[in-house]
Structure formats: structure tokens, C-alpha cells
């Protein structure tokens, strides 16, 4: 806790913020120095405001998919030519995020989110307007533009805001904007092409017009930075040991905000200066930046799991109304309803249940945070995705739609679970000054992994096989490589925290000489 004259602060954070820290957030002032700014945009708020801005970015993604028949009839288009419209998106991705990246300790985060924003808007407008196949290629590659500015800071924010024992369903919550977004895209394109008889182009011009507002309003979100400190280099004892003292609930590193002469020098050890914890906040280049967070191979093989996930999630995503129409007969307004309420139904529950499990086990047990923290998440990941397989099997191998809809939705329950811990193992196996950059290259791991490549794959095999539905088993197969990689980062990440627990009292014991003098 900070005391500032006579009043009693709220502080939030620390180095950064992790677990309701909010170390970014400029709501640490006092109660009579706080604007109207700081009151309308409370964490609450906030949190309210992302997850909005998610669910329209992932709306995009299921209005295009939904949009594929359309669009390959509009511009003669083979399915690999169709799948492509749901990939290039990657390609303004990684020209935008070493931009952004390099920039985010250095710029304010709002800035750099409106200006992503405003590109994703301008690239939505320009997909409406295009009149060729090479044109709506290159407005979505610069969807990719917007996506790199937001995919990294905004997982970090919602880190820093949400409560500490609440940490992974917040997580989770904000990421379950990616199913419900997508549903609604679904559910949106049918309902204005179809029921509205208005062109597809509608459909880009109309998320556009609702992106505008959040691209605007996101500059006065009191954000002001990211973990504005380095921390201890990593694969030293000390850095080993770092994360492990912010682990568990009640333990002397983990970061709670508190209110002066409450519990006096509860975070004494959590708030000590940067100097005693080696840290250093000298600017380093992007590339080094980088290549610490490539050498952590906990992070790592999480990232590779989540590209094969990604990769599976992402090819149903795009392909799942074409296998309706193609395989059951469906027309586009079922298949879209069908697959857009299982979606949302699976988001919202899986999510928020799978998030609401680790964090009950979590704060019973070792705590949500460091690499005993990412130990218990990957643990979880491996138990739920067990399940998705056979249930995914099941259901591309029947013929009965029910059955066939039954056992899709609960291996999308099970993969929507894994939604908050993953994420909340990628945020907590890096040191706090990355995790911006964490965050931004996981997706960009994701995305190449993932969902870059899947729809237009998926889409060659298609025509290779001429089967929809041994392409959709075999995509159900790929998704044994998610718990594979996951099931080796639960491995490293156990092993790396008792190496930490060995070191944490030498490190403790150095540290409080160090403030003593």
C-alpha cells in the first residue's frame, strides 16, 4: 500500500500487475483526486468494454465463414481459393506485430489499440466495397493489422483488472467472446442476407459501424501502461524462484490490492523496490525480447498445443456451415442457427465453467499464479481436451443429425473449457514485464499453428478426398497433438517449480537482508 498525505490509496499493482493487480490502471488515485473518467471507466467496466471490442473482432471471423458460399458463387472460387479468405488475414497480423510489440512498453497501450482499431475498421469497410477476389484478399489480410494490436495488450489488461481470486474466469470470460462472436457472426450474416435480403457486403459494412464507437472510446480507458519493469533474467535461480513466490493464496509475494493500515506490511516482500529483485526497467531490442520469451519451453509447448488446437477449432469454425449444406442437406439459415447456438451455448458454459473450476481448486490449493499456477491450468488442459477426440469422432461419423449435433457440442463444451487456464498458464509462466509480448506471440504462434493455416488445408484435402467428412475425422485426430504438447508443458512446468521451491527461502533470505540495510 503507497499513503499519499492524508488519504488512504487504493493501489493496484506493484511491477505490473497480475491477478487483480490492475498495474496499468489509473485508478490507483485518491478518492477525492479521481476524474469522472476514472469513475464511468471502473474495471467493470473496462472489462465489459474488451470483451465487446473481442466479440466483434471474432464476429468478423463467423460472418466470413457463413459468408463462403457466398463468396465463392460471387467470385468462382475453388474451396482451397474460399479457404484462403478465412487465412490471409495472417499476413497483415505478422507485418502489424512486431510493430505494435515494439512499441509496448514505450507507448501508451489505448493509443496503440485505437490505432489497430481503426485499421481493422478501415479493412472491414474496404471488405464491403471490394469487387474482385484479389480486392476482399487484401482488405482481409488487413483485418490482421487490427487483431496484432489487440491480441496482446488486451489479455494483459484483463489480467491486471480482474479480481485475484477470479483471475481465470475473467480470463475466461473475455476469451469466450471468441465462440459467442463467431455464433453471432453466423447468426448475424444469415439474418441480414437472408432475412433482411440485403447484400453480403452489408455484413462488413455493418460490423464496421460497430466497431467505430469502441475504437474511439477505448482512448479514455485509464490504461496507462503494461509491467513497466524488467525482471530477473530468465533460467536464473533467482528468476526460477520469482514466479514460484507469487503462487499461492496468502503467500508472502502474492499481490492483493490493499487499503493503508488494513494489514500492515502484508506485501512488503511483493512491493519491494526493483533494485532487490535484480530487475532492471533498461530497454532492451525487440529480438532479445523475443528470444527470452522463445527460450521459456514451458510457454513454448503450450503455444505449440494451442496451435493445434487452434488449428481444429478454427477449421470447424470456418467449415462446419459448408458441412451441413454439403453433407446433411441443410440450407445456410440452419446450418448458421444450428452451429451458431451450439457455439454460443458451449462458448459461454465451457468457458466459464472450465475457468470457474481452477480457480475454485486453485485458491484452495497453490494459487493461480507463477509456475505452480501453470502447472495446475495445464493439468486441467489435459484433463478436459481428453474428451474432445472421441466425441468429435462420434460425431462426424454419424449420419443422424442429432446424434451428429449432440456429440459436437460436448466436444465444444470440453474445448471451450480449456479457453481460461491455457491462457492463464501463458500469462503466468513468463516474468510480468513480458507478458504483453507473451501474449502477442502466442497468437501469432497460434495463428501460424492455427487457424491461418486450417481453412485453406482443410479445404485442399476437401478437394483431394472429395469427402467432407473423412476431412472433418481426420481434423478430429489432429486435435491428439494439443494434449500431447500440453501434457509435456504440465511436465516442464512441475519441474521447473520444484527446481524454484529449492531456491525461494535463499532468495527470500537475500532479499530481506538487502531492505534491511
Same mark, same amino acid.
Request: glycine share 12%.
Given at each position: 500500500?503507497?499513503?499519499?498525505?492524508?488519504?488512504?490509496?487504493?493501489?493496484?499493482?506493484?511491477?505490473?500487475?497480475?491477478?487483480?493487480?490492475?498495474?496499468?490502471?489509473?485508478?490507483?488515485?485518491?478518492?477525492?483526486?479521481?476524474?469522472?473518467?476514472?469513475?464511468?471507466?471502473?474495471?467493470?467496466?473496462?472489462?465489459?468494454?474488451?470483451?465487446?471490442?473481442?466479440?466483434?473482432?471474432?464476429?468478423?471471423?463467423?460472418?466470413?465463414?457463413?459468408?463462403?458460399?457466398?463468396?465463392?458463387?460471387?467470385?468462382?472460387?475453388?474451396?482451397?481459393?474460399?479457404?484462403?479468405?478465412?487465412?490471409?488475414?495472417?499476413?497483415?497480423?505478422?507485418?502489424?506485430?512486431?510493430?505494435?510489440?515494439?512499441?509496448?512498453?514505450?507507448?501508451?497501450?489505448?493509443?496503440?489499440?485505437?490505432?489497430?482499431?481503426?485499421?481493422?475498421?478501415?479493412?472491414?469497410?474496404?471488405?464491403?466495397?471490394?469487387?474482385?477476389?484479389?480486392?476482399?484478399?487484401?482488405?482481409?489480410?488487413?483485418?490482421?493489422?487490427?487483431?496484432?494490436?489487440?491480441?496482446?495488450?488486451?489479455?494483459?489488461?484483463?489480467?491486471?483488472?480482474?479480481?485475484?481470486?477470479?483471475?481465470?474466469?475473467?480470463?475466461?470470460?473475455?476469451?469466450?467472446?471468441?465462440?459467442?462472436?463467431?455464433?453471432?457472426?453466423?447468426?448475424?450474416?444469415?439474418?441480414?442476407?437472408?432475412?433482411?435480403?440485403?447484400?453480403?457486403?452489408?455484413?462488413?459494412?455493418?460490423?464496421?459501424?460497430?466497431?467505430?464507437?469502441?475504437?474511439?472510446?477505448?482512448?479514455?480507458?485509464?490504461?496507462?501502461?503494461?509491467?513497466?519493469?524488467?525482471?530477473?533474467?530468465?533460467?536464473?535461480?533467482?528468476?526460477?524462484?520469482?514466479?514460484?513466490?507469487?503462487?499461492?493464496? %496468502?503467500? #508472502?509475494?502474492?499481490?492483493?490490492? +490493499? !487499503?493503508?493500515?488494513?494489514?500492515? /506490511? $502484508?506485501?512488503? @516482500?511483493?512491493? &519491494?523496490?526493483?533494485?532487490?529483485?535484480?530487475?532492471?526497467?533498461?530497454?532492451?531490442?525487440?529480438?532479445?525480447?523475443?528470444?527470452?520469451?522463445?527460450?521459456?519451453?514451458?510457454?513454448?509447448?503450450?503455444?505449440?498445443?494451442?496451435?493445434?488446437?487452434?488449428?481444429?477449432?478454427?477449421?470447424?469454425?470456418?467449415?462446419?456451415?459448408?458441412?451441413?449444406?454439403?453433407?446433411?442437406?441443410?440450407?445456410?439459415?440452419?446450418?448458421?442457427?444450428?452451429? %451458431?447456438? #451450439?457455439?454460443?451455448?458451449?462458448? +459461454? !458454459?465451457?468457458?466459464?465453467?472450465? /475457468? $470457474?473450476?481452477? @480457480?475454485?481448486? &486453485?485458491?484452495?490449493?497453490?494459487?493461480?499464479?507463477?509456475?505452480?499456477?501453470?502447472?495446475?491450468?495445464?493439468?486441467?488442459?489435459?484433463?478436459?481436451?481428453?474428451?474432445?477426440?472421441?466425441?468429435?469422432?462420434?460425431?462426424?461419423?454419424?449420419?443422424?443429425?442429432?446424434?451428429?449435433?449432440?456429440?459436437?457440442?460436448?466436444?465444444?463444451?470440453?474445448?471451450?473449457?480449456?479457453?481460461?487456464?491455457?491462457?492463464?498458464?501463458?500469462?503466468?509462466?513468463?516474468?510480468?514485464?513480458?507478458?504483453?509480448?507473451?501474449?502477442?506471440?502466442?497468437?501469432?504462434?497460434?495463428?501460424?499453428?492455427?487457424?491461418?493455416?486450417?481453412?485453406?488445408?482443410?479445404?485442399?484435402?476437401?478437394?483431394?478426398?472429395?469427402?467432407?467428412?473423412?476431412?472433418?475425422?481426420?481434423?478430429?485426430?489432429?486435435?491428439?497433438?494439443?494434449?500431447?504438447?500440453?501434457?509435456?508443458?504440465?511436465?516442464?512446468?512441475?519441474?521447473?517449480?520444484?527446481?524454484?521451491?529449492?531456491?525461494?527461502?535463499?532468495?527470500?533470505?537475500?532479499?530481506?537482508?538487502?531492505?534491511?540495510?
Amino acid at each position: 500500500a503507497e499513503y499519499m498525505g492524508n488519504s488512504q490509496v487504493l493501489v493496484m499493482g506493484g511491477l505490473g500487475g497480475s491477478g487483480g493487480g490492475g498495474g496499468g490502471l489509473a485508478y490507483a488515485n485518491a478518492k477525492g483526486e479521481r476524474t469522472c473518467q476514472h469513475i464511468v471507466f471502473n474495471r467493470y467496466v473496462t472489462f465489459v468494454f474488451v470483451c465487446m471490442i473481442n466479440l466483434i473482432t471474432y464476429y468478423d471471423r463467423g460472418a466470413i465463414a457463413a459468408l463462403l458460399l457466398t463468396l465463392q458463387d460471387e467470385f468462382h472460387l475453388s474451396t482451397t481459393e474460399g479457404g484462403l479468405l478465412g487465412s490471409v488475414f495472417m499476413l497483415g497480423f505478422m507485418i502489424a506485430s512486431p510493430i505494435f510489440a515494439q512499441f509496448i512498453h514505450s507507448v501508451r497501450p489505448t493509443y496503440l489499440l485505437s490505432i489497430g482499431l481503426a485499421g481493422w475498421t478501415g479493412a472491414a469497410l474496404f471488405s464491403g466495397f471490394s469487387h474482385s477476389y484479389a480486392q476482399l484478399l487484401v482488405a482481409r489480410s488487413l483485418i490482421g493489422v487490427g487483431e496484432a494490436s489487440f491480441c496482446g495488450i488486451s489479455p494483459t489488461m484483463v489480467d491486471d483488472i480482474a479480481p485475484p481470486k477470479q483471475r481465470t474466469i475473467w480470463l475466461a470470460i473475455f476469451f469466450a467472446a471468441i465462440p459467442v462472436g463467431a455464433a453471432c457472426g453466423f447468426l448475424g450474416a444469415g439474418l441480414i442476407t437472408k432475412h433482411a435480403h440485403l447484400s453480403w457486403r452489408w455484413v462488413f459494412f455493418t460490423e464496421a459501424i460497430g466497431m467505430a464507437p469502441f475504437m474511439l472510446g477505448i482512448l479514455f480507458v485509464p490504461y496507462l501502461r503494461t509491467s513497466a519493469v524488467k525482471e530477473l533474467a530468465v533460467g536464473s535461480e533467482a528468476a526460477e524462484a520469482q514466479p514460484l513466490l507469487r503462487s499461492g493464496p %496468502g503467500s #508472502i509475494q502474492e499481490r492483493t490490492p +490493499l !487499503v493503508l493500515g488494513e494489514t500492515p /506490511g $502484508a506485501v512488503s @516482500d511483493a512491493s &519491494a523496490e526493483p533494485a532487490a529483485n535484480g530487475a532492471s526497467s533498461e530497454p532492451s531490442s525487440f529480438c532479445a525480447d523475443v528470444a527470452v520469451v522463445f527460450s521459456n519451453t514451458v510457454w513454448l509447448t503450450t503455444c505449440v498445443g494451442y496451435g493445434a488446437y487452434t488449428f481444429v477449432l478454427g477449421g470447424l469454425s470456418f467449415w462446419a456451415p459448408t458441412y451441413l449444406q454439403k453433407q446433411m442437406g441443410m440450407t445456410l439459415d440452419e446450418a448458421t442457427f444450428y452451429i %451458431g447456438a #451450439i457455439t454460443v451455448f458451449c462458448g +459461454l !458454459v465451457g468457458t466459464f465453467a472450465g /475457468g $470457474a473450476l481452477v @480457480d475454485t481448486i &486453485a485458491g484452495r490449493t497453490v494459487g493461480s499464479k507463477g509456475l505452480v499456477g501453470s502447472a495446475l491450468q495445464l493439468k486441467w488442459c489435459v484433463l478436459y481436451s481428453m474428451f474432445v477426440t472421441p466425441l468429435g469422432l462420434v460425431a462426424f461419423g454419424s449420419s443422424n443429425k442429432w446424434v451428429f449435433f449432440g456429440c459436437l457440442a460436448g466436444a465444444q463444451l470440453f474445448m471451450f473449457a480449456v479457453t481460461g487456464p491455457v491462457n492463464a498458464a501463458l500469462l503466468s509462466c513468463v516474468p510480468e514485464y513480458y507478458r504483453t509480448l507473451s501474449m502477442a506471440m502466442s497468437i501469432f504462434v497460434l495463428h501460424s499453428l492455427g487457424d491461418m493455416p486450417s481453412p485453406v488445408v482443410i479445404g485442399a484435402v476437401i478437394h483431394w478426398t472429395g469427402s467432407y467428412r473423412r476431412t472433418m475425422l481426420m481434423l478430429m485426430l489432429w486435435f491428439i497433438l494439443a494434449i500431447v504438447f500440453w501434457s509435456l508443458a504440465w511436465l516442464l512446468a512441475r519441474t521447473r517449480a520444484a527446481r524454484a521451491a529449492k531456491a525461494a527461502p535463499t532468495v527470500l533470505a537475500v532479499k530481506r537482508i538487502e531492505q534491511s540495510q
